[in-house]
């Protein structure tokens, strides 16, 4: 029996960084939501596990037991007792470390899919997520919540005003990997995050990551003239960008104006679960 999931692209609506802790992260603030497109990921029962990579963003990909799916699959059969193994297929479609959670939510498909193959009742994909990395929790719900801690305490949040928003995901290509980016935080606290109030915030990670790829200004910029945008920012550490639309057809048209005048950009129409 052949099972998919689609591994959901996490946006930090806002996001607020408060302090370095002594292990090295971060305290942070965020209002967590997910798109309808993602990554693609399916898996069959066998013996074994394995992991093949395909689609726009599988190159320089490693298929092997360093991969987040199968980490991630791997702890929840010890965690569960589970003896057999498992074969997945990932149809890479989101950029690699661009700041809307690929890799995490990679790994949160890989959870639930595993615990639907295997009939789990007793041993949850939540018990391992966070042992997997800090965005895995929140990418195994693929809802709107508020996170603090690293991001890994949850609470839900009513999203009901933000399913089927209009969205528009653009990335310059241009890597920009975590470490590097919380390296480059000034370390000032800017303040609390009222979940509520996150059109007006901000994502305090923009800054930093603004200094190392400066492409990202410039998708920023070309954001902010489009006509009917609600909102324009970028999403966790970068460095993806997104906007929310009035309707489904000013999107299509941002979309359009911006393959057109930027050919080597990745643009992603979708909406908000």
Same mark, same amino acid.
């Given at each position: 029996?052949?099972?998919?999931?689609? $591994?959901? @692209?996490?946006?930090? %609506?806002? !996001?607020?960084? /408060?302090?370095?802790?002594? +292990?090295?992260?971060?305290?942070?603030?965020?209002?967590?939501?997910?798109?309808?497109?993602?990554?693609?990921?399916?898996?069959?029962?066998?013996?074994?596990?394995?992991?093949?990579?395909?689609?726009?963003?599988?190159?320089?990909?490693?298929?092997?037991?360093?991969?987040?799916?199968?980490?991630?699959?791997?702890?929840?059969?010890?965690?569960?007792?589970?003896?057999?193994?498992?074969?997945?297929?990932?149809?890479?479609?989101?950029?690699?470390?661009?700041?809307?959670?690929?890799?995490? $939510?990679? @790994?949160?498909?890989? %959870?639930? !899919?595993?615990? /639907?193959?295997?009939?789990? +009742?007793?041993?949850?994909?939540?018990?391992?997520?966070?042992?997997?990395?800090?965005?895995?929790?929140?990418?195994?719900?693929?809802?709107?919540?508020?996170?603090?801690?690293?991001?890994?305490?949850?609470?839900?949040?009513?999203?009901?005003?933000?399913?089927g928003l209009p969205v528009l995901l653009v990335n310059p290509q241009r890597p920009c990997p975590t470490g590097p980016v919380f390296k480059a935080w000034d370390g000032v606290d800017r303040g609390s995050l009222q979940p509520e109030d996150w059109m007006d915030s901000r994502n305090d990670l923009q800054a930093p990551a603004l200094s190392l790829v400066p492409e990202i200004g410039h998708v920023l910029h070309e954001l902010e003239q489009?006509?009917?945008?609600?909102?324009?920012?970028?999403?966790?550490?970068?460095?993806?960008?997104?906007?929310?639309?009035?309707?489904?057809?000013?999107?299509?048209?941002?979309?359009?104006?911006?393959?057109?005048?930027?050919?080597?950009?990745?643009?992603?129409?979708?909406?908000?679960?």
């Open positions: 029996m052949h099972l998919t999931e689609t $591994a959901h @692209a996490k946006l930090n %609506l806002a !996001l607020h960084v /408060r302090r370095r802790r002594a +292990d090295g992260y971060h305290e942070l603030e965020t209002v967590f939501a997910f798109t309808e497109a993602g990554d693609v990921l399916g898996v069959d029962a066998a013996d074994d596990y394995s992991l093949t990579i395909t689609g726009p963003f599988s190159q320089g990909l490693s298929d092997g037991p360093d991969n987040l799916v199968l980490k991630a699959a791997k702890a929840l059969a010890h965690a569960a007792g589970i003896r057999t193994g498992a074969a997945f297929t990932l149809d890479k479609r989101l950029p690699i470390a661009s700041g809307i959670g690929g890799g995490s $939510a990679d @790994a949160a498909a890989a %959870l639930r !899919l595993a615990a /639907r193959l295997w009939a789990l +009742d007793t041993v949850r994909p939540m018990d391992v997520a966070t042992d997997i990395g800090a965005d895995v929790p929140a990418c195994v719900l693929s809802q709107s919540c508020f996170g603090t801690g690293v991001g890994e305490q949850l609470e839900p949040l009513d999203g009901s005003r933000l399913t489009q006509r009917d945008l609600r909102l324009s920012r970028m999403s966790g550490s970068g460095a993806t960008c997104f906007a929310l639309f009035e309707t489904a057809a000013a999107r299509d048209a941002a979309a359009a104006a911006i393959t057109r005048h930027h050919a080597d950009w990745w643009v992603l129409p979708t909406a908000l679960l």
